[in-house]
């Protein structure tokens, strides 16, 4: 039996002060990230989608929305697939490495990066994401399910199933604004993993080849 799970990133959130929200409440779309989100419902929603679980987080639960609407499905909230805690939380990082002169104790945080020692360990956001992956099977047995998580949860779980290493650097993350990680399962076993984005024309240029951007790490990544 063939089952897809879909590991659907959130669109553009509203951050005037670039500041990183990660599990912060207040955070909504964009503007383009509605637009965003209005893609994903249009490309997916003739999908054979029968179960569709989101992050409790604002941005997530409104980038769900349209492919909810047009698969007629009750999204069900997950916290396992929440954003990834992290202790730089609510800083703007804005200024680069600046940022670090202004807050010198930042850096007593980043003495691990296998860990890594300034967030959620990677083993634990792999634990919890692969837990609510395997009750999206489930619950999809046959067909196919969507989780709306975020980038650096999906980033982890992708280099768990892959067994790679968890060290890297944000701008590496093969994980855009609204990309779709699909893992495709024959019966338990996971046979392949898939990458797009349906909503990849949408991000500026700009912004997918800076540092800190949609398509690399925005300030919820960070850093």
Known sequence: MKTIVHLLRHGEVHNPEGVLYGRRDGFHLSELGHRMAARIGES???RDIVHLRTSPLERAQETGAPLAAARGLTPVLDPRVIESANQFEGI???????TFLKHPGLLRHLYNPLKPSWGEPYDEIA???????????????GHEAVIVSHQLPIWTTRL???????L??????????????????EDDKLRQVAYSEPAGDMIPVADRSAPFSAGGATPEDRP
């Open 44 to 46: 997916l929603g003739d």
């Open 168 to 185: 890297h650097h944000p701008k590496t993350r093969q994980c855009t604004l609204c990309s779709v990680t699909s893992l495709h399962f």
């Open 92 to 98: 703007n990082f804005g200024g680069g490495a600046r």
């Open 127 to 141: 634990a919890r994401m692969m837990a609510a992956v395997h009750d999206a099977r489930d619950a999809a047995r």
């Open 160 to 166: 768990f199933v892959e067994k790679r290493s968890y």
